[in-house]
């Protein structure tokens, strides 16, 4: 059984400009949950998706946004990009809500 | 707040030399506990859950115990191949929706 994919691996962007990194669960998961990893703050929650329903957001600003499409891929935006999102973005998926999570490798973004 | 709490930070053990890590939190509606270990450059691998005091689990060196206050990964015997940093994070409840809400981890190193 295929694990979690997420592309691109790494990306290097300039300040101000946007990102979408996308996220494949494991097939039949439905739940996808985000992740911002720093050496700093570590692994803070960004969203989960269940069902293409957003079920619940952290504490980050509005320019970090998401979606879950019908086959329960999901993307994760972040817009204006400041060079404190430069981070490991991880990606989890699970069965359900209350299911254990299993990750993905992560994209690595660099902002300039 | 919710907060999850790991000690030590780093821990440095012979090969055979047995030890514990500790997590402590302080969260409302706790649903769950996981620990899951992490490489560098790849994401997080789940380990186990643990949902109710005085629940433990095996697997392999590793053993997983859970209390009211706070989680202990017991190793035995470990090897280099132990090596990476552990990482615990509980499961709570966020009107109706999950959150995990991670520690900072423990960067364990086995040396031979």
Known sequence: KAGVTQTPRYLI?????????????????????WYQQTPG???????????ETQRNKGNFPGRFSGRQFSNSRS?????????GDS????????LGTWRQQYF????RLTVT | ???VTQSPEALRLQEGESSSLNCSYTVSGLRGLFWYRQDPG???????????????KEKERLKA????KESFLHITAPKPEDSATYLCAVQVNLQGAQKLVFGQGTRLTINP
């Open chain 1, 13 to 33: 962007k300039t300040r101000g400009q946007q990102v979408t990194l996308s996220c494949s669960p494991i097939s039949g998961h439905r739940s996808v949950s």
């Open chain 1, 41 to 51: 703050q570590g692994l803070q929650f960004l969203f989960e998706y269940f069902s």
């Open chain 1, 75 to 83: 993307e994760m935006n972040v817009s204006t990009l400041e060079l």
């Open chain 1, 87 to 94: 981070a490991l973005y991880l990606c989890a998926s699970s």
């Open chain 1, 104 to 107: 993905g490798p992560g994209t």
């Open chain 2, 1 to 3: 707040e919710d907060q």
């Open chain 2, 42 to 56: 790849k994401g997080p691998e789940f380990l186990f859950t643990l949902y109710s005091a005085g629940e433990e």
């Open chain 2, 65 to 68: 115990t859970l209390t009211k």
